[in-house]
């Protein structure tokens, strides 16, 4: 499993950007494809998650600012982060893991085996 996250960088507060995870590698049917983020200092934490149907679930820190989304023909997902906020600073990652059915959905970041290498994001005030 490959997974390779790009679109990173540096925004103001209030900003946006999106990120997005090519993956590759095997058959992803069923896959639950997530991101996690990495605060300096701190635990690495859920942001979303996608499920093989396109069902989505969010952390409460960025329910409503941010948006996972998918394209199938392009093997890619994508995190539309809108309202950036400084705490929103993190190194993020993409990652994955088989839901065993195409509704499952995953919210910690134990539940899930493949990571992908990290993206900075870092909000300034």
């Known amino acids: 499993v490959q997974l390779q996250a790009s679109g990173g960088g540096l925004v103001q507060a209030g900003g946006s950007l999106r990120l997005a995870c090519a993956y590759s590698g095997r058959s992803f049917t069923n896959y639950v494809m997530g991101w996690l983020r990495q605060a300096p200092g701190k635990e690495r934490e859920f942001v979303g998650a996608i499920s093989w149907n396109d069902m989505t679930n969010y952390a409460d820190s960025v329910k409503g600012r941010f948006s996972i989304s998918r394209d199938k023909a392009k093997n890619t997902i994508y995190l539309e982060m809108n309202s950036l906020k400084p705490e929103d600073t993190a190194v993020y990652y993409c990652?994955?893991?088989?839901?065993?059915?195409?509704?499952?959905?995953?919210?910690?970041?134990?539940?899930?085996?493949?990571w992908g290498q990290g993206t900075q994001v870092t909000v300034s005030s």
């Open positions: 990652a994955t893991s088989f839901g065993s059915s195409s509704r499952r959905l995953f919210s910690s970041p134990n539940e899930f085996r493949y």
